[in-house]
């Protein structure tokens, strides 16, 4: 079975032809420029066929995107599969699910109005995942099994109390203020995946999922549900990212819209571009080059990694006492499975529950792997995302 992953952004596209049984990937790719003057990459992933990099290939809309992505796939020379007939269903990141979704769904006409009603929860991100859905119902047919994977959905189960803001209650119940959460594909994959390294069933664990890379979120997670995490209402919420905020003072938005002069749009594009490890270093978002910017003797950069560590070290204790227990933290995304350091530091300190590592295995890279120390009682595990692999997985199941 061959599955096509597809994640659409405003002005671009991610794709995955993958096959979820065995877990191969066959290409993958970027539409980039969709509506200005279209660049096209393909990256098939069986030896000798021939690599497009950000070619010219006009794309005024997402269909034609699509439509290039199709060609690429079955081209003669160079494609992976032989006709689109062998692509078998295609799964879509959507980011916002709202309340009406708690897990993947195949998608209806139906579903495709739920869909809309999520706008304005996500009024950049959601309006660009329908563009992608119609785009595939136009170049593939409507007969090809679609279906939605939703950022939010795998955090549907936290209760209220770890849901609601201390707002006024209405705030909730008439315009759905409350915490989403974000990134659900990948603390469901990695925690699938720790019970697998465990060889325990979810439902016996309590875990804590740090999904550390430029946008950053930690989760709680008992017996496989999600019972809290950091991001929010939106993902601005929870630790100071590459160039988000992450939590702050609500009040600090008054005072600093006064002193600089500033209308919300402006704040709110500051809290989310140019704060974070960006905003305190003033060196980048990337935290390879705070690394090394803090090595040449930047100290700025060095606190502003600080900060993040020590955030994400708040996170595990809290969740730790929300779960009353846990039984593995494990680290993914770009810091957290290459981060040794960000890794040492977050979890020196925490010896007291049970949390040590080992200095040797926290050095590998690029695997799954059990860092913990000698006689730990808690696992640390390190374990690379896969969030296509899942939404394959997801839309196999669902179109099958
Ligand atoms: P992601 O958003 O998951 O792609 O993660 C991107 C982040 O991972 C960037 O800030 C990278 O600097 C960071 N990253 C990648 N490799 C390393 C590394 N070896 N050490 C620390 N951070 C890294």
Do not use: W
Not at 28 to 41: N, P, V, W
Not at 189 to 195: E, L, N
Not at 238 to 253: E, H, Q, S, V
Not at 336 to 355: K, P, Q, V
């Amino acid at each position: 079975m061959n599955i096509l992953v597809i994640n659409a952004g405003s002005s671009s596209l991610k794709y995955q032809l993958l096959n979820p049984e065995s877990g191969e990937l066959l290409a993958k790719g970027l539409c980039e420029r969709i509506g200005i003057d279209g660049k096209f990459t393909y990256k098939p992933q069986i030896e000798g066929k021939e690599v497009l990099d950000a070619v010219d290939v006009a794309m005024p809309t997402h269909s034609e995107a699509i439509q290039a992505v199709m060609n690429a796939l079955v081209d003669e020379k160079n494609g992976v599969v032989a006709s689109m007939k062998e692509i078998d269903a295609v799964g879509h990141r959507v980011v916002h699910g709202g309340e009406a979704f708690n897990k993947s769904v195949l998608i209806t006409d139906e579903v495709m109005k739920a869909l809309e009603d999520c706008i304005p929860l996500a009024p950049l991100h959601n309006p660009a995942n329908i563009t992608g859905i119609n785009a595939c119902t136009a170049v593939m047919g409507a007969d090809v099994p679609q279906v939605a994977v939703f950022d939010t959905a795998f955090h549907q189960t936290m209760p209220a109390e770890a849901f609601l803001y201390g707002l006024p209650y209405e705030a909730y119940t008439d315009l759905m203020v409350r915490r989403y959460g974000f990134h659900g594909t990948s603390h469901k994959y990695v925690a699938g995946r720790a019970a697998a390294m465990l060889g325990k069933d979810a439902s016996e664990l309590k875990l804590i999922s740090c999904h550390l890379g430029n946008g950053s979120s930690v989760t709680a997670i008992d017996g496989g549900k999600s019972v809290d995490t950091s991001m929010g209402f939106t993902p601005l919420a929870g630790l100071p990212m590459g160039t988000r905020a992450g939590d702050l003072d609500a009040g600090i938005l008054e005072f600093l819209m006064n002193k600089y002069g500033m209308d919300i749009k402006e704040m709110v594009s500051i809290l989310n571009k140019k704060s974070g490890v960006q905003g305190v270093s003033g060196v980048s978002s990337d935290f390879r080059d705070l690394e090394n910017a803090f090595k040449d003797g930047n100290d700025r950069a060095g606190l502003a990694v600080d900060m993040f560590n020590y955030g994400v070290k708040k996170l595990i204790g809290s969740y730790a006492a929300a779960m009353g227990g846990v039984d593995a933290v494990i680290f993914t995304a770009g810091v957290g499975e290459n981060g040794g350091h960000n890794r040492a530091n977050i979890t020196s300190g925490l010896e007291f529950m049970g949390i040590k590592i080992d200095a040797e295995k926290n050095k590998i890279r690029g695997e799954e792997i059990d860092i913990s120390a000698e006689g730990a009682a808690v696992r640390t595990l390190v374990i690379p995302t896969n969030e296509e692999l899942m939404i394959a997985l997801d839309t196999a199941a669902l179109a099958k």
